[in-house]
């Protein structure tokens, strides 16, 4: 009967998880795996190989947590496979059959989805170059289910915990109902609550057991004791006799077998961790070469920069004279040498060219006045300063390189025309964002216009603007007319004007008003209300004369 096996390894420091990454995507060398095989290995979610570390951090933050223990286990590896006998091999080359994209690795990364969450499974990694064919999956532990505190659920409802999703009685149920899913392979749970250990602590017990003194006491010889039947007295009958010396015959022979089988069982734990400690010596050795390999590798390495470095130190003390040279001729009026005025050049086209590309990038956003495109050249290492003819020049300080201002044409045009088209940009997007604020208030009234001619609802909308109203949305619809989607606040003092163009535009020929009762009687209203207070203090004043 072959068996389900998964086991579970907490993550809890970035550097446990680079070891786990190096396994499974062997960029280190594994003793235990075939590199002719390494190609039937497949990574199933990870397929950037990015870090595991990364990969949790990144998950953990989703979770927007209040507080992150730093020794928080953020990740955990968990092991599937199934007894060697399980997977099945090839009669012609005798090695195991390929099983990428098979129903059992399929099954097992669904088991995986289903039980933690399909975004909580960061990796899930497929190795067939070693014995035994298995998967390496890295689980962020988050549980979807609060925590409860004194009997009561409290807290998010999604929260990191190794603790409490792989407790001694999850990974229980985990084994249960991992052999569950397999159960279609022919595979079964082993026994629950069994004291098997893993290997690795067999070894360790066995390790105890080498020192000399300890192996001197496990080859020391059974000592024979003899057996001998004893005489029979003259009172006991023959048959009572023979019966009680064969009892105690037997009683002695199975206690010097127990004893012999006793040491066979040690000597065999002895010698099983010797195999154990020479295939360690031999990844040791192995690893011990590999460093090795890496020291030369870097002392190769780093000769070479040394010589680098010397043949830069050199370079730099050339250019030191030469700078010192050029210092002198400028200092003497002379002319710059041909080369090194090509080079100026360049410079000069350089630094202008990273200019207009900062002054371009500050012209993509809003804008208030030209004072910002001063302050992005500032912070970027250029500053401006007029001479004494009046003109402008930018210069930078790096590299003291310096051009007329109006030189600078980002995007390839003039530098003021680009600047106030900017600014009026950017005056437009606000004067937009209060249209919409007004349309989008509950409180405002509202009015659609529509125009059969483009031209004269130009002329409308400008009324409406100039009049205090917002124009917060100008359509030209299919049969070529446009509407303007018009509202307003009511405000006394500019409820007069617009009501005088709203009735302006119901008498217009071509001209079509779309207002809603309300907003048409709250209008009115408060426009007759304001003329008759107007008529009140002019009869005041009559009366007063």
């Given amino acids: 009967m072959a068996y389900a096996i998964i086991r579970v390894t907490k993550i809890a420091s970035r550097e446990q998880a ?31 190989q990015r870090s595991y570390w990364d990969l949790a951090n990144e998950r953990i933050a989703e979770l927007q947590l209040l507080r992150l223990r730093k020794d928080a286990v953020r990740a955990v590896e968990i092991l599937l496979t199934a007894s060697e006998e399980r997977f099945a091999k090839d009669p012609a080359t005798g090695r195991k059959t390929d099983i990428r994209d098979s129903p059992w690795v399929k099954d097992n990364l669904d088991f995986l989805r289903k039980r933690y969450g399909a975004e909580n499974v960061i990796g899930c990694m497929l190795h067939q170059d070693e014995s035994t064919p298995h998967l390496h999956a890295i689980v962020v532990p988050v549980m979807q289910e609060q925590r409860l505190h004194n009997g009561e659920k409290v807290g998010p409802n999604e929260r990191l915990s190794a603790r409490d999703l792989f407790s001694p009685a999850a990974l229980r149920q985990l084994q249960t109902d991992y052999a569950q899913a397999m159960a279609p392979y022919g595979l079964k749970r082993g026994i629950e609550r069994s004291t098997a250990i893993h290997q690795d602590v067999r070894r360790y017990y066995g390790a105890q057991k080498t020192s000399q003194q300890q192996l001197a006491k496990a080859v020391a010889p059974v000592v024979h004791t003899p057996l001998e039947v004893g005489k029979k007295a003259w009172y006991v009958d023959s048959g009572v006799h023979l019966q009680r010396e064969l009892e105690r015959l037997n009683q002695q022979a199975a206690q010097q077998l127990a004893e012999a089988n006793a040491k066979l069982a040690e000597l065999a734990t002895i010698a099983t961790a010797n195999v154990l400690a020479q295939d360690r010596v031999r990844v040791l050795e192995k690893q011990l070469a590999t460093s090795k390999q890496r020291e030369q590798q870097t002392a190769a390495t780093l000769q070479h920069k040394t010589q680098e470095l010397t043949a830069k130190t050199e370079e730099v003390g050339t250019l030191r004279e030469r700078f010192h040279r ?9 002319a710059l040498a041909p080369d090194l005025a090509e080079w100026a050049g360049k410079q000069q086209a350089y630094s202008q060219r990273r200019a207009e590309q900062v002054v371009a990038t500050v012209l993509q956003g809003p804008i208030k006045d030209v004072g910002e495109v001063d302050q992005a050249l500032r912070e970027n290492g250029y500053t ?20 007329p201002l109006d030189h600078l044409r980002p995007n390839g045009q003039p530098l003021h025309e680009q600047v106030q088209f900017a600014i009026e940009r950017t005056r437009e997007e606000q004067r937009q964002q209060e249209r919409l604020r007004v349309a989008r208030d509950p409180r405002s009234l509202k009015a659609t216009i529509t125009v059969v001619d483009a031209e004269r609802a130009e002329r409308i909308r400008i009324a409406f603007e100039d009049a205090g109203a917002s ?3 100008v359509q030209t619809l299919d049969d070529q007319r446009t509407s303007l989607s018009v509202a307003y606040r009511f405000e006394w003092e500019k409820l007069p004007k617009i009501s005088a163009v709203l009735d302006k535009a119901h008498r217009s020929e071509g001209v079509a008003v779309e207002e809603s009762y309300d907003a048409q009687s709250t209008r009115t209203g408060a426009v007759r209300t304001l003329l008759q207070d107007r008529q009140g203090r002019s009869r005041e004043r009559g009366l007063s004369m």
């Fill in 384 to 403: 401006i300063h007029q001479t004494k003819e009046k003109s402008f020049f930018v210069r930078e300080a790096k590299t003291a390189v310096q051009f």
């Fill in 471 to 473: 124009v917060w949305q």
């Fill in 326 to 334: 050029l210092i002198v001729q400028t200092a003497q009026s002379e």
């Fill in 18 to 48: 680079q070891s786990v990454a190096h396994h499974n995507y062997r960029t280190q060398e594994t003793p235990n795996a075939d590199p002719a095989l390494r190609h039937l290995n497949q990574e199933l979610v990870n397929h950037e």
